[in-house]
């Protein structure tokens, strides 16, 4: 069974500081997916890595994946409040996701001014 | 483009009521994934369809849960005999194919009473 592990589960910083999360999984995936969740609402597709080394960086985010490690990490830049959020990753089995993905229980972020 | 539609937003059912929950994909979309989120968790797998096709049920409770994506209209994701351990957001997501990404409608959130 794929586990999919992310920590911290809670993470509390300061506006302007550095951080970052950590996904581990325990199999083989084909893909690993971040999104982000706001209180009530939907999630929204943040990255997709594709291939080991694979590195995105939109804004103050950047995310890589290490798939020998099966690892990938979120890494947050000089965080600004509007970040504030839940962030899950989510693991694609290898073999064209059958059963969709699997995720972790989210890290929920609080960016203090 | 609409995105995912799900219906209803919120819905409250008294325990041994019926819930139905609604989930059109996105146009061109003809694979459908059903999650549960309870409070606090991430996303758990729950179905997976194909057009007038049940792919993989294999997170799907035994009793009382029920699933379909007929030829025509929404996916619906049935509840029969509704308990308070039923509460929770179910998130549908829609996918070109295999390999495609996946997009989350806005979820239902439902409470028994």
């Known amino acids: 069974e794929l586990k999919v592990e992310q920590n911290p589960l809670f993470l509390s910083m300061q506006e302007g500081k550095n951080y970052t999360i950590y996904c581990n999984y325990s199999t083989t995936s084909d893909r690993l997916y971040w999104y982000r969740q706001d209180p009530g609402k939907s999630l929204e597709s943040l990255f997709v890595?594709?291939?080991?080394?694979a590195v995105k960086q939109e804004g103050r985010l950047m995310a890589s994946l290490d798939t020998k490690a099966r690892l990938s990490t979120l890494h947050i830049t000089a965080a600004v409040h509007d970040l504030s959020a839940t962030y899950f990753c989510?693991?694609?089995?290898?073999?064209?996701?059958?059963?969709?993905?699997?995720f972790g229980k989210g890290t929920h972020l609080i960016i203090q001014p | 483009n609409a995105g995912v539609m799900q219906n209803p937003r919120h819905l409250v059912r008294r325990r041994g009521q019926e819930a139905r929950l609604r989930c059109s994909p996105m146009?061109?979309?003809?694979?459908v994934y059903w999650y549960r989120q309870l409070p606090e968790e991430g996303l758990k797998f729950m179905v997976y369809?194909?057009?007038?096709?049940?792919?993989?049920e294999s997170g799907m409770p035994k009793e009382r849960f029920s699933a379909e994506f007929p030829k025509e209209g929404p996916s619906i994701l049935r509840i029969q005999q509704v308990v308070r351990g039923d509460s929770a957001a179910y998130f549908c997501?829609?996918?070109?194919?295999?390999?495609?990404?996946?997009?989350f409608g806005s979820g239902t959130r439902l409470t028994v009473v």
């Open positions: 369809l194909q057009k007038e096709n049940i792919i993989d």
């Open positions: 890595l594709l291939s080991n080394g």
């Open positions: 997501a829609s996918a070109q194919g295999i390999n495609f990404g996946y997009t």
């Open positions: 146009k061109g979309h003809s694979h």
């Open positions: 989510a693991v694609e089995v290898s073999g064209g996701g059958a059963d969709g993905l699997t």
